[in-house]
């Protein structure tokens, strides 16, 4: 005889959370099988626009014709503004700055053939509203990276002496972008030749070359 | 069962509405829920967002608590309840990402934490496991909207004194010098102490004048029975 005595009471206590967590289980399937398609076109959107914010004027579609390439031993995705003869005209792809003041700040670079910025959106970032944030916000400052080259400019901020403000009370956040998008730009001409000779994706069928 | 059902009519709907959203309410008389209180209230549209989404987990909790509460045992109710409120948290979580993905990105974090809000918890435990469904629901409807105005107050204040602005709207003009500190989260411990001496001066107030009326009463129908004996 066993000495453990299961109870009405017991069975009760198992056959109520088994039934709890299935329906819980079974509601949140049902969510998940409806908004995942609306969760990814709603990624692939916000990702489209900022796109369009740092690359130039192009006829392809950059996100649709983005490839996958290893660079420094880690397999980044570029996204490529390219012209009608499928030159490339700009490249776009997301760096990510790890030494934010909280978290990882990600950053969409979109850098020219010659290795000038046209443009860098901060993409994600866990930033202080009010403080470090001012990389989302403060438009002059963002745009101070326009134009700029790794041989034009002293890649610092201004308290290290170099050529990008910080803002007030909060020196950690754009130090680390700066550090980031130095670091891209290093990447970018290390291994130009290659990135931008990658050919243009394959047209959709029926369509002539 | 017919023991619960008579003690769930003593409390009339408006009563559960005007205590749960102003008597009882979470923020300025129980203070429960500080965290996305000082966490996403840097200005009345996320305040108002955050609120929203809390309200829609409290709805779904209270009703779903209320509906099963008879068949839950006793020792397994508060694992049974964080998992209904885990549920509901979750496809807010969900829906929120792919139908207001830039709200999602700003609360980011907070969403998922409403889990953890002990107000939810709070009410599946003090009054939808021991209530109606349909009380649970007005229930819910009037915690989470008083959740939802302490929200947006403290983020509206928080966005005019710290930006000069009201839902993105500019009210000071485009001169005024950011006041830095009401945006910082030291500013929301501020900001709420002064709400609270507000909160707590109509409190006062309304308490003095039922008092007052009180007072008034008897001696209005003292006067009336004074009245009949001369006549008589």
Same mark, same amino acid.
């Given at each position: 005889?066993?000495?453990?005595?299961?109870?009405?009471?017991?069975?009760?206590?198992?056959?109520?959370?088994?039934?709890?967590?299935?329906?819980?289980?079974?509601?949140?399937?049902?969510?998940?099988?409806?908004?995942?398609?609306?969760?990814?076109?709603a990624q692939k959107e916000a990702l489209n626009r900022a796109l369009m914010q740092v690359l130039p004027e192009h006829?392809n579609d950059p996100l649709a014709d983005g490839?996958?390439?290893?660079?420094?031993?880690?397999?980044?995705r570029f996204f490529p503004a390219r012209?009608?003869?499928?030159?490339?005209t700009c490249l776009a792809w997301e760096t990510?700055?790890?030494?934010?003041?909280?978290?990882?700040i990600r950053i969409l670079m979109g850098i020219f053939?010659?290795?000038v910025v046209n443009a860098i959106r901060i993409t994600d970032h866990?930033?202080?509203?009010?403080?470090?944030d001012g990389i989302t916000k403060n438009r002059p400052w963002i745009d101070s990276f326009i134009g700029k080259?790794?041989?034009?400019?002293?890649?610092?901020?201004?308290?290290?002496?170099?050529?990008?403000?910080?803002?007030?009370?909060?020196?950690?956040?754009?130090?680390?972008v700066?550090?980031a998008v130095?670091?891209g730009?290093?990447?970018?001409?290390?291994?130009?030749?290659?990135?931008?000779?990658?050919?243009?994706?394959?047209?959709?069928?029926?369509?002539?070359? | 069962?017919?023991?619960?059902?008579?003690?769930?009519?003593?409390?009339?709907?408006?009563?559960?509405?005007?205590?749960?959203?102003?008597?009882?309410?979470?923020?300025?008389?129980?203070?429960?829920?500080?965290?996305?209180?000082?966490?996403?209230?840097?200005?009345?549209?996320?305040?108002?967002?955050?609120?929203?989404?809390?309200?829609?987990?409290?709805?779904?909790?209270?009703?779903?608590?209320?509906?099963?509460?008879?068949?839950?045992?006793?020792?397994?109710?508060?694992?049974?309840?964080?998992?209904?409120?885990?549920? @509901?948290?979750?496809? !807010?979580?969900? $829906?929120?990402?792919?139908?207001?993905h830039e709200?999602?990105l700003?609360? #980011?974090? &907070? +969403?998922?934490?409403?889990?953890?809000?002990?107000?939810?918890?709070?009410?599946?435990?003090?009054?939808?496991?021991?209530?109606?469904?349909?009380?649970?629901?007005?229930?819910?409807?009037?915690?989470?909207?008083?959740?939802?105005?302490?929200?947006?107050?403290?983020?509206?204040?928080?966005?005019?004194?710290?930006?000069?602005?009201? @839902?993105?709207?500019? !009210?000071?003009? $485009?001169?005024?010098?950011?006041?830095?500190?009401?945006?910082?989260?030291? #500013?929301? &411990? +501020?900001?709420?102490?002064?709400?609270?001496?507000?909160?707590?001066?109509?409190?006062?107030?309304?308490?003095?004048?039922?008092?007052?009326?009180?007072?008034?009463?008897?001696?209005?129908?003292?006067?009336?029975?004074?009245?009949?004996?001369?006549?008589?």
């Amino acid at each position: 005889m066993s000495k453990f005595k299961i109870d009405r009471e017991q069975i009760q206590m198992v056959v109520a959370l088994v039934a709890v967590a299935v329906v819980a289980v079974l509601f949140l399937g049902l969510t998940d099988m409806v908004t995942r398609e609306p969760i990814a076109a709603a990624q692939k959107e916000a990702l489209n626009r900022a796109l369009m914010q740092v690359l130039p004027e192009h006829s392809n579609d950059p996100l649709a014709d983005g490839f996958d390439m290893e660079v420094n031993g880690s397999p980044e995705r570029f996204f490529p503004a390219r012209d009608k003869s499928g030159t490339i005209t700009c490249l776009a792809w997301e760096t990510a700055a790890p030494d934010g003041y909280s978290g990882t700040i990600r950053i969409l670079m979109g850098i020219f053939p010659d290795g000038v910025v046209n443009a860098i959106r901060i993409t994600d970032h866990r930033e202080t509203p009010g403080l470090g944030d001012g990389i989302t916000k403060n438009r002059p400052w963002i745009d101070s990276f326009i134009g700029k080259r790794l041989d034009t400019a002293r890649w610092a901020v201004k308290k290290d002496g170099g050529d990008f403000d910080q803002f007030t009370g909060a020196t950690i956040t754009p130090r680390a972008v700066v550090k980031a998008v130095k670091n891209g730009l290093e990447m970018f001409m290390a291994n130009k030749d290659k990135l931008l000779a990658m050919p243009a994706a394959k047209k959709s069928k029926g369509e002539k070359p | 069962m017919s023991m619960t059902t008579s003690t769930e009519s003593t409390i009339s709907k408006s009563e559960i509405l005007a205590d749960g959203f102003w008597h009882n309410n979470t923020i300025f008389a129980q203070l429960l829920g500080m965290c996305p209180l000082l966490g996403v209230t840097t200005s009345a549209e996320n305040g108002f967002w955050m609120g929203a989404a809390t309200v829609i987990v409290l709805i779904g909790s209270n009703l779903v608590v209320a509906l099963v509460r008879e068949g839950i045992p006793d020792h397994v109710r508060i694992p049974a309840y964080i998992t209904i409120i885990a549920a @509901f948290v979750t496809m !807010v979580d969900l $829906a929120m990402n792919a139908w207001m993905h830039e709200m999602y990105l700003v609360l #980011g974090l &907070f +969403i998922p934490l409403i889990v953890v809000n002990c107000a939810i918890l709070g009410r599946a435990e003090a009054f939808a496991s021991k209530n109606s469904v349909s009380d649970s629901l007005v229930d819910a409807i009037a915690v989470g909207a008083g959740f939802t105005f302490a929200l947006m107050l403290l983020g509206g204040v928080r966005e005019l004194l710290g930006q000069g602005e009201l @839902f993105g709207f500019s !009210v000071f003009g $485009a001169d005024y010098p950011d006041f830095l500190l009401f945006i910082l989260p030291p #500013g929301a &411990f +501020i900001a709420l102490g002064f709400i609270l001496a507000g909160v707590n001066i109509i409190n006062r107030r309304m308490k003095a004048n039922a008092e007052r009326k009180a007072a008034a009463e008897p001696v209005a129908s003292a006067a009336t029975s004074t009245a009949t004996e001369a006549t008589s």
